[in-house]
């Protein structure tokens, strides 16, 4: 059976990640690969649930990471995993490296407890942790990232945040990737729609043909 493929996709908020999931989706469904989009947090009916408390209430920066991996665990347990199993293409808009990067790098809270708590939801029988095959980072200077979302939606308690604070979230996933340099690839989100989508095509495609799929 075809195996199961687990690509994230991170950014900023702004950074217009989401934007280009449907187009890496229609890419695998024109090879014939079921694919599941899916997002964090959320992705189930108790990990949204989970989701609106998290981007609406204010709270401890422990209880937001705990919710986070709460949700995260649920996302896993009845999504992610058995979509695998059945060896379908998982596109996940946000995984793990958003709360290293959101409550670690912005909010600053305690590098290691969150390790430890992603070696505790993500463990797998094997002793490994569930990681994506592939992370596509939109990497975006915050102030553009700014003007992009002046004229959005209502902003969420994250969206409303200052500059210095998605400064500290970039520096966040640049840790990641230092980190995990072998499943991040880095986008520059600053380019034109067509450009990014061209870079994220290749990437994705590149990707694929060192053997992953």
């Not at 293409?89 to 790098?105: E, I, N, P």
């Amino acid at each position: 059976m075809t195996h199961g493929i687990f690509i994230s996709f991170e950014g900023i908020d702004g950074a217009g990640k989401s934007t280009h999931i449907a187009r890496v989706a229609a890419l695998f469904q024109a090879a014939g690969r079921a694919v599941v989009l899916t997002r964090e947090p959320g992705g189930t009916p108790l990990s949204e649930q989970l989701r609106a408390l998290v981007l609406h209430e204010p709270m401890d920066a422990l209880t937001e990471a705990l919710l986070m991996f709460a949700a995260r665990r649920e996302h896993l347990v009845q999504v992610i995993e058995p979509a695998l199993a059945r060896g379908d293409v998982v596109l996940c808009d946000r995984f793990t490296d958003a709360t290293f990067a959101y409550q670690g790098g912005g909010r600053g809270f305690d590098w290691q407890v969150l390790v430890q708590l992603e070696r505790m939801v993500q463990a797998l029988p094997n002793g490994r942790l569930r990681q994506p095959d592939l992370t596509v980072w939109f990497d975006l200077d915050p102030r553009i990232a700014a003007e992009r979302l002046a004229c959005a939606r209502v902003p969420d308690k994250f969206e409303s945040q200052p500059a210095e604070f998605f400064a500290a979230v970039r520096a966040g996933y640049a840790r990641r990737h230092v980190e995990m340099p072998d499943r991040f690839a880095r986008i520059d989100a600053a380019q034109s729609l067509d450009a990014v989508g061209a870079d994220v095509a290749r990437v994705v495609g590149t990707w694929l043909q060192q053997g992953a799929a």
